[in-house]
């Protein structure tokens, strides 16, 4: 809202002050430039202007009084239609306006826009992104969207490149999939189903890796622990990006795209704080060091800030701090990292002392650090339209420092350099960077700022408004050709938004002819050829005044003879101190010919390769060009198999890509022969025909051998691939018994669901030790001995899954068991699970107590799985906390007695619902028709009934006449923890114990003092203790 307008005269600059009431709004970065635009929208107050800020007009009359926006966005390719977003908390809204916002149309969208990507050709069509991950498109500037992609990657999508893509509405995004992964996909942003999507790279990539500039598109796939980057030039087919054979990056950002060639930063293995700078050949595969240890930093969203700066306007400048023992220094390349040199400190201080500062030892150093706040200036600064003009905060000393920091200005293209201030301040580039405007940085208010006519060599101080002012911004209006410039900020805290218009056009009474030019030779140190040309700019003569409109930055440009100095070296290659570029220990330079076949060429390196945009002519070009020679024969050799991803397990039933890589040999003419390991093998001609790899699926778990052999006319070779086939393990179950005898051996088994997955390693904790016991079998045996509850953990490890399961386990000395019966009703309402037998188990413990008196102490019970139901009693000797009172054997007998005898007066039973009575029984109690009596079979019949009357009269004399059996007891699962359930891949009668109601009646096993342990829950009873004879391997881990 405009309320006050008033015009200070100062000096020859005109001022516009606007108040306006409102809070900054729209913390969050863009997707668009919005400098040329007001910067922020004001709730409730919001005002536009269309005359370069001189006024300002109310925007609630035009998009409501209880509106709240939250962002506005201009179309980049059409500066009239512009775009407003609605505050989401409110409502989900655009409002839109085809006529530099004098009139606007509301649209309600059905999701929350977070950022929105403009196409850099096509006006209307936009690219949403909404807050739960989907990505929309609209080809009617923001009227109707239309669903692409849910899952998308934030700030993973791009709009295809011209000249890249044949179809301009392409969209690339990164996706991620259920399952977490990521993968590149390209689709019609009017047609992106499922059936026309593309996966230009095959298989997934890293998360939050694809980049898409330029010509270029880069993905990440990590595999085996390390990085590994792709490149696709022209969206041609990927290829892993080549950098020297021992850089083993940690990271990689791409700097610069331009010119068909990558620049990037890499983290090599042995490096923390510093990044190498390696630069590319034209399709980006093939890289060679630039520059080591340049300096990198954390931005505040902890984003890697690398200490290198483009130089705008001169195509191949960079400036970069590199670490050399510990210390940071600035250097500076003409071409693209070709060499490298400090930068002269200026003769003179600002006072005009001279300065003392003697190459190598001292020289200027720079802070590169641009600024991501698109309202102020950066620490260093230059323009597309001022390509000699360079201004940057540094010091002069041994090293680059916080402390003593003070402007500097080069207008030479860093040639030369002169101290402008002794504080930061911020420059702006008016009129071609015919005129500067320096702001001192502070948290003070101020009034006064200083322009410069003559690219810095001196300055003017001017004030910008009659009251100081807290600055939290300037803009520069659209196109740098103009001499209008806003200053926002406050007069105080608490106070409204002041806008000061700032017009230079008045200090210019005419435009620049050409006679107000003068030529000016770009140069390296007096060197005038750089990236092979003699470039010649016109600058405006420093004592005319006029305004250069369009005239500044027309060039002329002359190609140089080419010498040494436009050549790097090529790929494998390295500079030596003598300037020869001669080959890595690591590289073969023959194995550059290992794609041709006999009778064809290829270009044989001599260890250089020109720079790329380097435009010189003759010399020693021929000398240095790479030259076509005929592939040499050569027999196979250096053959590798390997699976795409790098690791050497694959999954069951799932297709596995294999590579056959060779590092010589005729590819053209070549057998290729290979043995999967499971009985079937494949023969190819030649490599060509296995670029995209081998694709095979195993239908069975285990370790198979897969064999390659290569051969030609000159020889032959062979490799071996050992490759795990596993399949997901879904669950381990501990069989364990619940009691055991001191200083008797125990087994423990993991059976697993499924049973066959691969190679396993078994961990096993048991007892009080510290340290596990590590096998490669699922059994072991191990003794206790002393008395107590001892708890058994297994950890199976499958791939990258470790399942485990835990159990627990009673030791005494001497113990009493006894099989459990139930009344059938019980098997109606067993649904065979581990919890349900948990709680039964404690309901029969609970019925056995109350119905004879037993301190609950002395009873264990374990119900069993499986139909019928059965469960397992034993009888314990507790001792009290106090170590008195154990109990004897003979107590344990009498514990013993008192419960049959109360199991066989039918005096234990439980409800187990209402009007559901549950009987408990001693097992051997029930009585069941044991006799045939069909007439085919009398003689059996017969001898069956006498073999039950024996043995019932030998239950009735060892009831009687008791003796000791320490022994009999049967080893089930302590349920103290959570069981878990074991899925067997047999059908469910196989699965449980084959025990026959007979065999469950047969007193026998109670009586047989060989019988030392049952097995419960595993395939079969184990009627005797196997003890192992193979003697684990311990391992500390």
């Known amino acids: 809202m405009q309320e006050e307008q008033a015009s200070v005269k100062s000096g020859f600059i005109q001022n516009h002050t606007v108040s306006i009431r409102g809070t900054l709004l729209g913390a969050r970065k863009p997707a668009v430039n919005r400098t040329d635009i007001f910067p922020a929208l004001m709730e409730l107050t919001s005002g536009g202007s269309t005359d370069y800020g001189t006024t300002y007009e109310k925007l609630n009359d035009k998009v409501g009084l209880k509106t709240i926006l939250s962002y506005l966005y201009v179309c980049p390719t059409n500066k009239r239609k512009i775009m407003l977003l609605t505050d989401p908390e409110i ?29 850099p050709k096509q006006e209307d069509w936009i690219l949403a992104y909404s807050q739960d991950q989907k990505l929309y498109s609209s080809a009617e500037f923001g009227r109707r969207w239309q669903l692409i992609q849910e899952g998308v990657v934030p700030n993973r999508f791009y709009w295809s490149v011209m000249g890249s893509n044949k179809e301009p509405d392409l969209v690339h995004l990164e996706a991620r999939t259920v399952d977490g992964h990521s993968q590149y996909l390209t689709c019609r942003m009017q047609n992106c189903t499922e059936a026309n999507r593309n996966r230009p790279f095959p298989g997934y990539i890293d998360p939050d890796s694809l980049i898409v500039q330029d010509d270029y598109v880069f993905v990440q796939l990590t595999s085996g622990g390390r990085p590994h980057y792709y490149v696709s030039y022209r969206r041609n087919a990927f290829a892993q990006m080549k950098l020297p054979k021992y850089a083993l990056p940690k990271d990689m950002h791409v700097i610069s795209t331009d010119e068909n060639q990558v620049f990037a930063a890499v983290q090599e293995w042995n490096q923390n704080d510093t990044y190498n700078l390696y630069i590319s050949d034209t399709r980006g595969v093939y890289f060679t060091l630039a520059l080591e240890n340049v300096q990198s930093s954390r931005g505040p969203e902890g984003n890697v800030m690398i200490d290198l700066y483009e130089v705008a306007g001169i195509k191949g400048m960079f400036l970069a701090n590199k670490k050399i023992d510990n210390q940071v220094k600035t250097f500076i390349t003409y071409n693209k990292g070709r060499d490298w040199h400090l930068l002269q400190a200026p003769d003179t201080d600002l006072r005009g002392d001279p300065v003392h500062c003697l190459l190598p030892y001292c020289s200027l150093h720079l802070h590169l650090k641009v600024s991501e706040n698109p309202y102020t200036s950066g620490i260093i600064a230059s323009r597309e339209t001022a390509p000699s003009i360079i201004v940057a905060s540094g010091n002069i000393g041994s090293e680059l420092s916080d402390n003593d920091i003070s402007m500097f200005v080069s207008s030479d293209a860093g040639n030369t350099w002169r101290q402008i201030f002794e504080e930061e301040h911020s420059v702006l580039y008016l009129d071609q960077g015919g005129v500067l405007v320096a702001m001192k940085h502070t948290s003070l208010p101020i009034r006064h700022l200083w322009l410069s006519f003559d690219e810095g ?108 100095a436009d050549f790097d070296c090529d790929y494998g290659y390295e500079r030596h101190s003598n300037g020869q570029c001669l080959p890595a220990f690591w590289f073969n330079p023959s194995s550059l010919s290992k794609d041709c076949s006999l009778g064809q060429s290829y270009l044989n390196s001599t260890g250089y390769r020109k720079v790329v945009s380097n435009n010189c002519t003759d010399g020693v070009r021929e000398q240095y060009t790479a030259k076509p020679q ?74 198979f051998r897969v064999t390659v052999r290569v051969d030609n006319s000159l020889g032959s070779d062979s490799a071996v691939l050992y490759l795990h086939v596993t399949c997901p393990l879904e669950h381990v179950h501990l069989a364990l018994p619940f009691v055991t005898t001191k200083n008797k051996e125990v087994n423990a088994t993991a059976v697993l669901w499924p049973s066959q997955v691969g190679t396993l390693t078994y961990v096993w904790w048991y007892g009080n030790n510290t340290e596990p016991l590590i096998t490669l079998e699922g059994s072991i045996s191990f003794k206790f001995t002393s008395e107590g509850m001892n ?66 102490p002395h009873i264990l019970v374990a119900v069993l799985p499986g139909l019928p139901t059965a469960a397992e009693l034993f009888v314990l000797p507790y001792q009290d906390p106090t170590g008195e009172n154990k109990r004897s054997a003979e107590d344990l007998e009498q514990i ?21 009575q549950v009987l408990v029984h001693a097992a051997h109690l029930t009585a069941a028709p044991l006799i045939d009596l069909t007439p085919t079979h009398s003689g059996s019949a017969m001898l069956m009934l006498l073999s039950v009357v024996f043995v019932g009269l030998a239950v009735f004399v060892i009831y009687k006449f008791k003796r000791k059996i320490p022994g009999i007891n049967v080893y089930a699962q302590m349920q103290n923890e959570k069981e878990r359930e074991m899925v067997s891949p047999v059908s469910p009668t196989e699965s449980r114990p084959h025990i026959s109601q007979t065999e469950l009646r047969r007193p026998g096993p109670l009586i047989d003092e060989k019988v030392e342990s049952q097995l419960i829950g595993s395939i079969s009873i184990v009627a005797e203790n196997q003890s192992t004879n193979e003697i684990p391997t311990y391992v500390n881990v």
């Open 896 to 916: 013993s007695e008192l419960l049959i005898h109360k199991l066989n007066q039918n005096s234990v039973h439980f409800e187990l619902k209402p009007g559901i």
């Open 630 to 703: 005929k592939c040499p024969g050569k027999a196979p050799r250096g053959l590798r198999i390997v699976t795409a991803d790098g690791k050497l397990t694959a999954e069951q039933g799932h297709n596995v890509t294999l590579m056959v890589q060779l590092e010589e040999g005729d590819v053209q003419r070549t057998f290729i022969q290979v043995d999967f390991g499971d009985g079937i093998a494949v023969s190819y001609v030649n490599l060509s025909s296995m670029e995209d790899g081998i694709k095979h699926v195993y239908h069975n778990v285990g370790i």
């Open 91 to 119: 409502e989900s809204s655009l409002l839109i306006s085809s006529d530099e916002g004098a009139t606007y149309q509301k649209y309600r969208l059905s999701f929350y826009i977070q950022s929105l990507l403009f196409h």
């Open 791 to 856: 708890t058994i953990t297994v950890q199976v490890s499958a791939g990258n899954a470790i399942l485990q399961d835990t159990k627990t386990i009673a030791v005494y000395e001497e113990f009493r068991s006894l099989r459990l019966s139930f009344s059938p009703n019980l098997d109606d309402y067993n649904p065979d699970i581990p919890e349900w037998r948990r709680d039964i188990s404690r309901v029969i413990k609970k019925s056995l107590v109350e119905a004879t008196g037993v301190p609950s």
């Open 457 to 564: 060599r001196s300055w003017s101080k001017y004030s910008f408004t009659s009251i100081p002012l807290f600055v939290d911004g300037v803009l520069g209006e659209p196109g740098e050709e103009t001499l209008i410039m806003t200053v926002f900020g406050h007069f105080s805290h608490r106070s409204e938004w002041q806008l000061v218009k700032v017009d230079y056009k008045s200090i210019f009474d005419r435009r620049c002819a050409e006679e107000d030019y003068r030529p000016w030779q770009l140069h390296s140190q007096g060197e005038a050829c750089i990236m092979g040309a003699k470039r010649i700019y016109k600058k405006r003569k420093s004592e005319r005044k006029c305004m250069q409109g369009k005239y500044a930055g027309a060039m002329e440009s002359e190609p140089c003879v080419c010498t040494e």
